[in-house]
Nanobody, 123 residues
Framework: QVQLVESGGGLVQAGGSLRLSCAAS????????MGWFRQAPGAERDFVAA????????VYAASVKGRFTISRDKAKSTVYLQMNSLQADDTATYYC????????????????WGRGTQVTVSS
């Protein structure tokens, strides 16, 4: 199992930026794929972005492509989500997730989850 702790959420105006961090511990960090998901009140948890293996491969949801960037720092066992041009629709709790092997972007493909960090975008 991987233990994950998110940070960096907050309140930002539309058009602004935030960077989320996810600190991982508990197993060989470089052997997992890491992802970000988000969940708005009353909605399902949706895939946002993922980074696979050493970081050479990334996947994004269509709604964030071109605005969000996922990256990882293996030395710090941390994954980041840089979010630019934020919109009101980006308001949600953001969750970090990890998997020992890449199986796609469904929530069921990820076995370890953080507790989430709130992002609120005011319009």
């Amino acid at each position: 199992q991987v233990q994950l702790v998110e940070s960096g959420g907050g309140l930002v105006q539309a058009g602004g930026s935030l960077r989320l961090s996810c600190a991982a511990s508990g197993r060989t960090f470089s052997s997992v794929a890491m992802g970000w998901f988000r969940q708005a009140p009353g909605a399902e948890r949706d895939f946002v972005a993922a980074i696979i293996g050493s970081g050479s491969s990334t996947v994004y949801a269509a709604s964030v492509k071109g605005r969000f960037t996922i990256s990882r720092d293996k030395a710090k066992s941390t994954v980041y989500l840089q979010m630019n041009s934020l919109q009101a629709d980006d308001t949600a709790t953001y969750y970090c997730a990890a998997t020992s092997s890449w199986g796609g972007t469904a929530t069921r493909a990820f076995g370890s989850w953080g507790r989430g960090t709130q992002v609120t975008v005011s319009s």
